[in-house]
């Protein structure tokens, strides 16, 4: 099937933003961050925001030297848009147990940061010994608190694809950033 026979007007991907070689060198340098902050006592939870960080989480707990566990949480909030709705929905809860345990949440990209605000609050009631973030991009476009403990790489205000992050479900599967 060719593009045209694809559907009308489907975005394609524009420039390179961050590469393959440069989302490696950065993924690595987390993990050893995260692998030196922890010891085994700690019981680390690595808890990947579905779906966007599923080619992070992959490579990330792959180069995490550290035992840990690793499950996923799904919220909802973009639909096929750009723009965040606000209103994030919680379609599976991880069903590990958090009580007592360090805990990070790996995020693919802070936009508004409305995601986090409304979804740490939810798992901190789940009372885990320590709850930090881990994103591989932040936009900044807002403070938040508490910011994020480790940041892959700071994100231009583009809309950003490849590497699981999504426009319309289109474009995860790239292994590259690009804006669109
Ligand atoms: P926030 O709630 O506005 O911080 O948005 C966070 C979520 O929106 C991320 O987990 C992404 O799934 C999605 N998102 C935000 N910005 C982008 C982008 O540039 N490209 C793809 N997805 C994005
Ligand atoms: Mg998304």
Redesign the pocket.
């Known amino acids: 099937m060719t593009r045209d026979e694809a559907g009308p007007a489907r975005a394609t991907p524009g420039r390179v933003v961050f590469d393959v070689e440069r989302i490696e060198r950065r993924v690595r340098e987390l993990a050893v961050e995260i692998s030196a902050a922890y010891t085994e006592e700690d019981r680390l939870l690595v808890l990947g ?1 579905l ?3 599923f080619i992070f989480m992959a490579d990330l707990v792959r180069e995490i030297t550290l035992p840990h566990q690793v499950d996923f949480l799904l ?1 909802s ?2 639909g096929a848009g ?1 723009q ?1 709705t606000g209103d ?1 929905r919680l379609l599976y809860d991880p069903e590990s147990p958090l009580a007592g345990r360090a805990v990070i949440v790996v ?12 979804l740490l609050p939810r798992l901190q009631a789940r009372e885990p010994a320590s709850l930090e973030v881990c994103t591989l ?1 932040h ?1 900044r ?1 807002e403070p938040l608190d508490p910011e994020p403990r480790w940041v892959g790489f700071d ?1 231009p205000n ?4 490849g590497y699981g ?3 319309a479900e289109d474009f995860r599967h790239l292994p590259y950033i690009a804006s ?1």
Request: charge should be neutral; glycine fraction near 6%.
């Open positions: 925001l779906k966007g960080s919220a909030s973009y750009k965040s994030v995020e693919d990209i802070i936009d508004s940061g409305t995601t986090l605000r409304r991009l936009k476009l994100a583009d809309f950003l694809v992050l999504d426009h669109l």
